[in-house]
């Protein structure tokens, strides 16, 4: 804790002297006090325990103090008039004024910047801006691109509309995608990206038809043609329609067993697959719907599958929830930070069973377009930069794993000589320590033993010091603490040994 950059000590000083503050006021005038405590009061705790607040958040709820704060300011302020006159006891009115606003400012701000500025100093945070840019490079031109939450979304809004960055990229976020407003806006030009090629009218999608369909089979023996399924989800004819409770009729998914006829001429004209690939164009990709419902993006999704006819690649961001791809699973390739959908035949052995990688694309895109944010050499990284610099570490081992199963060493120890180029040497954490154990991994197989070894020690030391410090906390709390984070850590223990035992690397 002590040796990261967002330890700070403040002494209780600036709490010290919004007390002495408050004290005071209330002191010199009561109720002038008591409206500044109910502002205290109703923009902090109260707020808090008006929305009954769960402890466990997404992110980070202090916003929800933020009023409270710029209450206790004002006694923060006031505190050094009440140092003022206890002081003007003991000293002249005018020395003692000069010694409570010195006492006030180095109290407060002196010390809170001090010791805060490296915390809230972005001139070096270039970790958002440039994972967007990462997010964008991932992706062919004139690209769609399906991503899913606000945090992997308005980044590339920015760099798109402000930085004007890969403006012929389609952004579609899938939990705008249910509203009609979204299809609609989707169907329209935007930047230097043509309407997409949803079909359907609006009257299919208006606000309170079709919101959710639900699945109910109907037997029907092998897989259906998209096409056919998106059909009879749109029809307005009663005989595709099924009773709900409460009268009326609605659609409904009749299979889950999905095929999309591939126009191969146009999936090698659009470059989808390299020429030299076209052997492993799937003549008819099948695949197993995954949910029991389907919502007006779910349609906008179909219709768009069904009419692109791989005119435009199409992506889904790597931080969209697996469920999202709604089955397409087997057809999805990485290409860094983005999986894009490639009608290649499936190898049925390994199918589900490890990631699917475009190492050519991965490769290009990591040496040559990747930005990386300035990770090496920042003074101070948040919370969320340190996760997104083990998302950078992945693509560097998924690439270096992918170009050796491919026999491409040279290029592998490229990308491992640019890996200790950018990426920072700190750990960050067990997911830190992870990447850099798979990392060490790679290097035993490109037989880069020296490396390899001062890794896995410097991984081993790592845990060894969070064990430790577990264990401190347990015997300080008297109950078992971090069981979680401890036996992930023995097992990378255990891992680490016969990884080196594997390469003869034990001492």
Not at 272 to 279: E, G, L, R, T
Request: glycine content about 6%; charged content about 20%; aromatic content about 12%.
């Amino acid at each position: 804790v002590t040796e990261s950059n967002a330890y700070n000590r403040f002494f209780f000083l600036p709490l010290i002297l919004g007390i002495i503050g408050a004290f005071w006021h209330f002191k010199k005038n009561q109720k002038d006090a008591g409206i500044i405590g109910l502002l205290f009061f109703f923009t902090g705790m109260a707020i808090v325990l008006y929305l009954n607040q769960k402890p466990m958040e997404p992110r980070e709820r202090d916003y929800a103090y933020a009023g409270s704060f710029y209450a206790f300011a004002i006694w923060v302020g006031l505190g050094v008039l009440g140092i003022k006159e206890w002081l003007s006891k003991k000293v002249t009115p005018l020395n003692a004024g000069i010694f409570a606003s010195i006492i006030g400012l180095f109290a407060a701000p002196v010390i809170m910047a001090q010791q805060g500025w490296d915390d809230h100093d972005r001139s070096e945070k270039m970790v958002a801006h440039d994972i967007a840019v990462d997010y964008l490079q991932s992706c062919a031109p004139n690209a769609i691109l399906f991503t899913y939450g606000d945090n992997d979304t308005y980044p590339l809004w920015y760099a798109q509309e402000v930085e004007n960055i890969r403006p012929d990229i389609r952004l579609v976020n899938l939990s705008l995608f249910d509203t009609d407003w979204y299809i609609n806006g989707m169907k329209r030009v935007q930047n230097e990206s043509a309407p997409l090629p949803i079909s359907m009218d609006q009257s299919k999608y208006v606000q309170g038809v079709r919101d959710i369909l639900r699945y109910q089979d109907s037997n029907i023996p092998g897989s259906v043609e998209l096409a056919d399924v998106l059909a009879v989800l749109l029809s307005d004819n009663d005989e595709d329609k099924v009773p709900i409770q409460g009268g009326g009729r609605e659609n409904f998914i009749f299979t889950k067993n999905f095929k999309l006829t591939v126009n191969r001429d146009e999936v090698i004209k659009n470059k989808i697959v390299d020429a030299k690939d076209s052997a492993n164009i799937a003549p008819i990709m099948e695949w197993k719907f995954n949910k029991n419902y389907v919502t007006k993006g779910t349609l906008a999704m179909f219709d768009i599958l069904v009419h692109n006819n791989w005119k435009r690649p199409i992506y889904f961001a790597s931080t969209v929830p697996s469920e999202q791809y709604n089955g397409l699973d087997n057809y999805l390739y990485n290409s860094g930070l983005a999986l894009q959908l490639r009608p290649l035949k499936v190898d049925t052995a390994s199918a589900g069973k490890t990631e699917l990688l475009n190492v050519p694309v991965m490769y290009n895109n990591l040496m040559t377009k990747f930005v990386w944010g300035n990770v090496k050499n920042a003074s101070y990284l948040d919370t969320q930069s340190t996760d997104d610099v083990s998302i950078f570490t992945n693509i560097f081992n998924n690439t270096v794993t992918g170009l050796i199963s491919e026999g491409k060493t040279d290029e592998a120890k490229k990308v491992v000589a640019k890996y200790f180029e950018v990426m920072p040497d700190r750990f960050f954490g067990l997911r830190s320590m992870m990447g850099k154990y798979f990392m060490a991994e790679n290097l035993y197989e490109l037989n880069d033993t020296k490396r390899a070894n001062e890794m896995i020690e410097k991984c081993a030391e790592y845990i060894q010091k969070e064990l430790v410090y577990l264990a401190d906390v347990s015997a300080s709390k008297g109950k078992f603490t971090g069981g979680q984070n401890i036996q992930l850590g023995m097992s990378f223990l255990n891992q680490m040994s016969k990884t080196t035992a594997k390469y003869n690397q034990l001492k």
